[in-house]
């Protein structure tokens, strides 16, 4: 007796547990086969067939008939419609995550840049000067009681698609903390002396330097730091600001100490 086509929809199976299923095509046997949701033990029926019989015994029932690797299963009970419907839904999901990860590259850098001065700000500083060249960004705030200062430099590494998805979206961030002192030349002057001798290296990440102003007076300690934006921005743009706060927070506090340790 020939099999019905491999695409309609007569074939039943009973299982071992006793739940009979169906009616499915031969294909989708075939595919639930392949995911163990039924085994060879199980028996099937068509109209016209002699009577329940073990799939393993006629394994020409399915053979060749499981779906190519990548294509998508058709569930058990979904329509030709239902199927085809839920495969054009993907498509267009796809498309439309294809566009917002390129849209999130795009954007995330100035998302990044405002999430910074408003944590910043929340620290009880005020900003005080912002400028940019297109890639890097330089912002300045100032504690109006202490006088005290912090600056950044905040530089989108991953600003393409490609990268972005390798590595996640990462910032060059130096983060600086200043203050106003009295003998800042001698303080430049034994930095200067150290660079000489070798006894400051090349910057690496955590490595802090010193800086300082002759005009305004202010002597800077900044460290190099690579962050991760995904930790502070979600793909809708939000924003962790509390996390973000804290970590300017521990950053200015370490900085600070480093500071007044050695140069108090």
């Excluded at 502070?232 to 521990?250: N, P, S």
Aim: proline residues 3%.
């Amino acid at each position: 007796m020939a099999y019905p086509a491999p695409d309609r929809a007569v074939v039943l199976v009973h299982t071992r547990a006793g739940k009979q299923l169906g009616p499915f095509t031969r294909r989708v046997v075939a595919q639930m086969l392949a995911r163990n949701e039924i085994v060879p033990a199980d028996h099937f029926w068509f109209d016209g067939w002699t009577g329940w019989t073990p799939l393993g015994d006629h394994p020409d029932l399915t053979e060749d008939l499981s779906v190519p690797d990548g294509a998508e299963a058709r569930a058990p009970d979904e329509s030709d419609d239902d199927f085809n419907d839920r495969i054009f839904g993907q498509l267009v999901q796809a498309s439309w995550d294809w566009y917002d990860d390129h849209a999130f590259a795009k954007h995330v850098d100035e998302v990044f840049l405002g999430a910074v001065i408003t944590a910043t700000l929340d620290t009880g500083y005020s900003l005080i000067d912002l400028t940019s060249d297109g890639t890097r960004h330089y912002l300045r705030f100032e504690n109006l009681d202490d006088k005290s200062r912090i600056i950044f430099q905040l530089t989108h590494l991953t600003g393409s698609y490609s990268l972005a998805k390798v590595l996640g979206h990462r910032a060059s961030v130096i983060v600086g903390y200043g203050e106003r002192l009295k003998n800042i030349g001698k303080v430049l002057q034994a930095v200067k002396a150290e660079y000489k001798s070798g006894f400051i290296q090349d910057n690496e990440p955590g490595t802090i330097s010193v800086d300082g102003d002759l005009t305004s007076g202010y002597v800077y300690v900044q460290v190099d730091l690579t962050w991760k934006i995904d930790d502070y921005i979600d793909r809708r743009y939000r924003t962790d600001t509390a996390k973000l706060t804290q970590h300017i927070t521990a950053c200015t506090h370490a900085l600070r100490k480093y500071l007044q340790g050695r140069f108090a």
